[in-house]
């Protein structure tokens, strides 16, 4: 039995509140990268339980599109 306290060895910091929902319907209209190519949000944006700690490969102009529609 591992008698040391669990922890995860990075930091995770919340892109907005859960006042501010993004519905994964509104992702293709949302992102550029999607936009442009037949890719699957999912396929896109890494949040299943097998490929959660896979990097996205989300670009700047995706960043600022999903930080503007999350900002309050």
Not at 51 to 71: G, M, N, V
Request: proline share 8%; charged share 25%.
């Amino acid at each position: 039995m591992w008698r040391e306290r669990w922890v995860l060895p990075f930091r995770i910091h919340p892109l907005g509140t859960p006042r501010k929902l993004l519905h994964k319907n509104k992702l293709r209209g949302l992102l550029p990268s999607l936009r442009e190519g037949k890719q699957a949000w999912n396929q896109f944006i890494h949040v299943a339980p097998t490929t959660i700690f896979s990097a996205s490969k989300l670009q700047p102009s995706d960043w600022e599109a999903l930080l503007r529609e999350l900002q309050e």
